[in-house]
């Protein structure tokens, strides 16, 4: 074993570090490119090169800002704040506020009536030939109306045209005298009309409430004069005045006296409108057939009204001169 595997202690020798050439007596090197003797020691090893480190990324622009208000927050000027317009679209008023509800309230209301006037449950159940007949009802009732508003009017031209006008001052006077009377009562009457009887059912006598009924809608569909009969007794007259009790033992008491079922209504006015009236779907017909009753009409081209009410003497009431 050489002495250099010997200096080593693991029998290879030691690799030679490089050595520092120098001239004769430790004299410095003459080459040109030859390092600087305080650069290089032959004794120190040359210390490693530090690893450079890359510069941290910079942060975005946003977070970097953000940290910034974080870490430094700076007071906030009111008076430096914008306030964003609003667009003009937008602006909403007391007044534009106050309309729209009183449309939508409107429109509300104008809805509800449609539906409730559009869905009458009368006549939804009323059948094709009732309706006809209310139809044609309705036309007398306008064509009646009309006829009295042009005999109205050619009066008003005959008194307006001088000499003429007091005899027709005359014959206005007693043509309304003659209806007033008609209608008071105090004057009998004829025309075309119905006779209306009554007659109850077993055991169920016919109400005073129906015979009012009855009464009523013959009004209502232009009856002009009306009087009440029983199966014994003297008819009564009917006017706006005259009242209707139920009696003992199934009778009737009209204006005070008492008469006995059957009941027998004679009226005068249009008879197909005044049938129409009493045998509307709901009305006096089938309110004492449901009493179990019957009501049968009678239409008469003559029809006589003769008894009569007595005149009222009036203790309150004057005429307005």
């Avoid at 939508?104 to 006549?123: E, R």
């Avoid at 159940?125 to 009802?137: K, P």
């Avoid at 009036?314 to 001169?321: D, K, N, Q, W, Y």
């Amino acid at each position: 074993m050489s002495d250099e595997q010997r200096d080593t202690g693991t029998g290879w020798p030691q690799p030679a570090e490089p050595r520092r050439p120098s001239g004769p007596a430790g004299e410095p090197d003459p080459r040109p490119d030859a390092p600087d003797p305080d650069e290089l020691s032959p004794l120190v090893p040359p210390a490693e090169e530090p690893a450079r480190q890359e510069p941290p990324a910079s942060p975005p622009a946003e977070e970097a800002e953000t940290q910034r208000i974080e870490a430094d927050p700076e007071p906030v000027d009111p008076e430096r704040v914008a306030v964003a317009p609003v667009p003009a679209g937008r602006r909403w008023t007391s007044a534009g506020v106050m309309i729209t509800v009183l449309l939508a309230l409107l429109g509300f209301t104008l809805v509800v009536q449609f539906k409730t006037t559009s869905t009458d449950p009368t006549l939804a159940a009323t059948r094709q030939e009732d309706l006809v007949r209310i139809f044609s009802d309705l036309d007398s009732r306008e064509k009646r109306l009309q006829q009295d508003i042009e005999a109205l009017e050619e009066s008003q031209r005959q008194l307006r045209s001088g000499e003429q006008g007091r005899q027709a001052a005359l014959d206005e006077a007693r043509r309304r005298a003659d209806e007033l009377g008609i209608l008071a009562g105090t004057l009998p009457a004829r025309g075309p009309g119905l006779s209306v009887e009554f007659r109850p059912g077993a055991g169920k006598p016919i109400r005073a409430d129906r015979i009012l009924d009855a009464v009523q809608e013959l009004r209502g569909a232009g009856a002009e004069a009306m009087q009440i009969s029983g199966s014994g007794g003297s008819p009564v007259r009917i006017i706006a005045s005259t009242y209707f009790l139920d009696g003992s033992g199934g009778s009737l008491v009209v204006d005070g006296r008492s008469l006995s079922g059957p009941f027998t209504i004679m009226v005068i006015g249009d008879p197909k409108t005044m049938e129409t009236a009493l045998k509307i779907p709901g009305g006096v017909a089938a309110s004492v057939a449901g009493d179990g009753g019957t009501v049968n009409v009678d239409e008469r081209g003559v029809a006589e009204v003769s008894a009569l009410h007595a005149p009222m003497k009036l203790e309150h009431a004057r005429p307005v001169s």
